[in-house]
């Protein structure tokens, strides 16, 4: 049977387009959208490819929601487990200015880029397979080694921490083999990128996608851009 996968924010962006690529290799997928209803593209996806796309609904910085999520995936997946999970969904408050920082952006930010897919792991684990893949889309932004400028604080700060999550789950899920890695896609032109953006997102799944077939155990808890080179914290 072909791999199930689990792709979070998947209604446009990056999302999307690793639902795309993932439904062209002939694999099955759940595609999370946090309005189903309006996700025309991931709709429209769900009729080219009959039985083998499942849209379900999920705000990953809602634990109610993350919850449903939870227990509606075994109605989809029957005995079937997930081989890799997504973690996508992602947000940029852009605009914010030193000495107008505001906790409501801070808190969006942690809860949507890291507390949420920390936590959404911790839900859906006992629906992963043994030997499993996590990806958690990072950003160069994230880097502590290389961050050279003040920009965005609360879309860095949140992607640190995510950094940091990744490591931990790499230890937490080590006893059942389950991989989990941080990636960076690039700058990729999508709502978030622009249209300046030098990568497009086929080309950026692409290589993110190619990175993920080549994973092994020992690379767990490593950062990765979409060109498969280690990335610094
Ligand atoms: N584009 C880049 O250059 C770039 C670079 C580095 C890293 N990344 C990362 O790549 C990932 C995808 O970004 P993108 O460029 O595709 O961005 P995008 O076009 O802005 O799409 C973001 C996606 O995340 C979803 N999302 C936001 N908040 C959510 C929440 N609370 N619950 C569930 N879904 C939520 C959005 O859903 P709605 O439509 O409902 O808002 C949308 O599907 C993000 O994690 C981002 O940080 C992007």
Sequence with gaps: MPRHSLVTGANRGLGLEFVRQLLARGERVVATARHPGKASALNQLTGEYPGRLHVLPL?????????????????????????????NAGVLHSGERWGHLQDGILEDSLRTNAIGPLLLVQALVPLLEDGATVANISTMMSSLATRGEFRSPSYSISKAAQNMATVQLSFALQPRGIKVVALCPGWVQTDMGGGSAPVTPSQSVTGLLRVLDGLTPADSGRFIDWQGASMAW
């Design 59 to 87: 705000d990953v910085a809602n634990a109610k929601s993350r919850d449903e999520l939870a227990r509606e995936l075994p109605l989809v997946l029957g005995e079937d487990r997930l081989g890799l999970l997504v973690n």
